[in-house]
């Protein structure tokens, strides 16, 4: 007990992190947050990649890379414009990014009749 107490009083807390703010001007903030909202409430559930093909697609020009458009999605996160959801496949996880309206996709099992 008492090596518990020295080993939880020697750890150092977290740093706070600050919250994120966009590098934008609030007009070109606008015009990407509306496109990106619009691509996900239209496509539903998108993983980071799928997202960034899709910007590419429509042609956004203020958005030059795919870590600023992490970062805004971050922000729209943070701001609770999105939410992001674990899809787990197997062992492995796939985070996406989706509206608070888009309902999640249903899992559609086999359902085993008992006769």
Not at 12 to 30: D, G, H, I, T, V
Not at 87 to 108: A, S
Request: glycine residues 4%.
């Amino acid at each position: 007990m008492f090596t518990t107490a020295v080993k939880h009083l020697g750890t150092k807390p977290k740093p706070a992190m600050k919250a994120l703010e966009p590098r934008f001007r609030p007009e070109q903030n606008q015009t990407i947050t509306r496109a990106i909202f619009e691509i996900l409430k239209e496509h539903g559930p998108l993983s980071v990649a799928q997202t960034w093909e899709r910007v590419q697609e429509v042609g956004i020009k203020d958005l030059t890379s795919k870590t600023q458009m992490k970062t805004v999605l971050r922000w729209m996160k943070q701001r609770q414009k999105l939410k992001q959801i674990c899809n787990h496949v197997g062992p492995n996880k796939q985070f996406l990014y989706t509206t608070w309206f888009t309902k999640p996709p249903t899992v559609t099992g086999v359902k085993s009749s008992s006769t």
